[in-house]
């Protein structure tokens, strides 16, 4: 049996793919002997388990498998729970798999987007923050971040940024509390995987703009918690639950609100703001200074947490901040420098491009950091 024109495919390594139980998707190999000329052919069919030394002779044979790309969701988590593999091969099946799902939506440029695309995206984003729990199951938030730094970028930050924050927000809740049940942590990795989709209206050039936002173009992404909130709104957009959407929701119009009452849209203070969204903010915060950007370096562990330090009781929930600095210290071998500047009157805005890190004197039309 051959893939037809219509059908497209993504790849898997043989290694990926598990013995001793009944696949549900066929396996194809690329048969053409032409460069640039596929033609897949089927060489194991769905409904029968593969054998070790089956699945050996597939890795000797063959660099590469294929799976037809509507079967993706029903191999995912069998291709992750592969002790066999790397975390990192892993990791980048499903964050490849957790794109297709953001992209879905992010490409109807801005446009109305149908409820039935709509929770077929969301569907696909909780079966991979679900897979991506097999991952990182027993992984602490220092090792996620070592994770992140093996892994292939995209050319959409957005969507390598919403992936890195979902798997901080899974540690990180696991850290503040170890009895979480799995459905939980979906949860608190689902709200960090859509925290940012509502940037879909926002034009493209000026989520990626390398320079610092002007006021009507920072007035323009700010409304993008708003209008995330928004596209879950219909009763028809029920995909993962209403109980959980409800939650999602939250964390979606909330991320952006600072501890003390200062943040948007609704300068909520403290714990009225939900703990997942004040979880996701701290995990946004990070992420956008540990993570290489073509128009900045990166901070390592202990300049952010010092940066991060600043924002402690004003953007950031100092509980949550004292248990992820104390776990950084204990196993980034971190110090906190309290004779590190200290930027008062400033608070920092992922949003916001960076342009020169804060222990540097930035030129005044390169600032870092801004006033929200």
Request: a negative charge; one cysteine or more; charged letters at 25%.
């Amino acid at each position: 049996m051959s893939i037809t024109k219509t059908d497209s495919v993504f790849t898997v390594s043989p290694d990926m793919v598990p013995t001793g139980q009944v696949l549900p998707y066929d396996l194809y190999v690329n048969a053409s002997g032409r460069e640039g000329y596929e033609r897949f052919v089927c060489i194991f069919k769905h409904g029968k388990a593969l054998t070790e030394n089956e699945r050996h002779e597939l890795t000797q044979r063959f660099h590469h498998l294929y799976v037809r790309e509507i079967e993706r969701g029903s191999s995912l988590r069998t291709f992750t729970a592969q002790s066999s593999a790397s975390p990192v091969v892993r990791t980048t099946l499903v964050k490849d798999t957790a794109i297709k799902h953001l992209g879905q939506i992010f490409h109807s440029g801005g446009q109305e987007i149908s409820s039935q695309v709509l929770n077929e995206s969301l569907t696909g984003c909780k079966d991979s923050v679900e897979s991506l729990l097999q991952v990182i199951e027993k992984n602490e938030v220092d090792q996620i971040q070592d994770l992140i730094a093996k892994l292939s970028f995209h050319d959409f930050y957005t969507f390598d940024h919403s992936i890195n924050v979902a798997m901080y927000c899974i540690a990180i809740y696991r850290m503040i509390k170890p009895n979480a049940s799995r459905a939980e942590l979906t949860i608190a990795g689902l709200g960090g995987l859509l925290h940012d989709i509502g940037k879909v209206k926002i034009p493209t050039n000026i989520i990626n703009s390398p320079y610092k936002l002007s006021d009507d173009e920072y007035k323009t992404i700010r409304q993008h918690p708003g209008w995330g909130h928004e596209l879950l709104e219909s009763p028809k957009v029920d995909a993962i639950g209403g109980g959980v959407k409800r939650i999602v929701q939250q964390v979606i119009y909330q991320h952006h609100e600072n501890y003390d009452g200062s943040g948007y849209p609704n300068h909520l203070i403290g714990e009225d703001i939900h703990i997942l969204a004040r979880l996701t903010a701290l995990s946004d915060f990070y992420d956008a200074i540990t993570t290489q950007r073509s128009y900045h370096e990166v901070l390592d562990p202990e300049e952010a947490l010092n940066l991060m330090r600043n924002s402690v009781g004003r953007k950031i929930d100092p509980k949550l901040f004292t248990l992820f600095s104390r776990h950084m210290m204990e196993h980034k071998h971190c110090q906190i420098d309290r004779d590190y500047p200290h930027h008062a009157h400033l608070s920092f805005d992922p949003c916001q491009p960076c342009l020169e890190m804060p222990w540097k004197e930035p030129s005044p039309e390169r600032m870092l950091i801004t006033a929200a």
